[in-house]
């Protein structure tokens, strides 16, 4: 059926230091891969996506990661800031047709200064 | 730029009461999906709407009902409200379905509290 699994459900770091987030999705069929920040009470925030005929793609200290052969996908984070405390939910659109969206369980991401 | 506009940002009903959620997509956006969000909990696809038909369902209660309007607005009505469907609605628009444009934006969410 139609999931994806997320991990860790807590990160904590030390500002400077980077950040992983690791996701795996169960339909194949699955083509696009976005993911969004959410601050308490927020709307979530697309921060990157990557579709599946790449394989990796960067923004600035972003990067997503690609193994559809896996069918796994991570976010990387590097030179964190205090403000990138957030939750982190990835995402796999499940209908090529539709773009319907299933969530993972999401990060909860802690920068400490 | 314009973003995703959604009324109102807070509602209070009570049990059995209804209530109408609107949603004004980024303009010349013509896709409309709602999910539900609990909390602690992820974003749950409920329905969406592509050139004011609806394109998909999720796990919709039946009590629920949307459509999509001439303008491209969109109207979630849920009725016989019950205190489980206490929840952040949110609302994300996109231009086209596939092979045109995946991005979702979403709007700044609805607040429902059933009491």
């Known amino acids: 059926g139609e999931n994806v699994e997320q991990h860790p459900s807590t990160l904590s770091v030390q500002e400077g230091d980077s950040a992983v987030i690791k996701c795996t999705y169960s339909?194949?069929?699955?083509?696009?891969f976005p993911w969004y920040k959410q601050e308490l009470g927020k709307r979530p925030q697309l921060i990157i996506d990557?579709?599946?005929?790449?394989g990796e793609k960067k923004d600035q200290r972003i990067a997503v990661t690609l193994n559809k052969t896996a069918k796994h996908f991570s976010l990387h984070i590097t030179e964190t800031q205090p403000e990138d405390s957030a939750v982190y939910f990835c995402?796999?659109?499940?209908?090529?047709?539709?773009?319907?969206?299933?969530f993972g369980q999401g990060t909860t991401l802690q920068v400490k200064p | 730029a314009a973003g995703v506009i959604q009324s109102p940002r807070h509602l209070i009903k009570e049990k059995r009461e209804t209530a109408t959620l609107k949603c004004y997509p980024i303009?010349?956006?013509?896709?409309v999906y709602w999910y539900q969000q609990g909390p602690g909990q992820d974003p749950q696809f409920l329905i969406s709407?592509?050139?004011?038909?609806?394109?998909d369902k999720g796990s919709i209660p039946d009590r629920f009902s949307a459509q999509q309007f001439s303008d491209y607005h969109s109207e979630l009505n849920m009725s016989s409200l019950e205190l489980g469907d206490s929840a952040l609605y949110f609302c994300?628009?996109?231009?086209?379905?596939?092979?045109?444009?995946?991005?979702?934006?979403f709007g700044p969410g609805t607040r429902l509290t059933v009491t």
């Open positions: 339909d194949s069929a699955s083509n696009y």
């Open positions: 303009p010349r956006h013509d896709t």
């Open positions: 994300a628009s996109s231009r086209g379905l596939a092979g045109v444009s995946y991005e979702q934006y």
């Open positions: 995402a796999a659109s499940y209908s090529s047709n539709t773009g319907k969206l299933i």
């Open positions: 990557i579709r599946s005929n790449v």
């Open positions: 709407f592509y050139e004011k038909m609806q394109s």
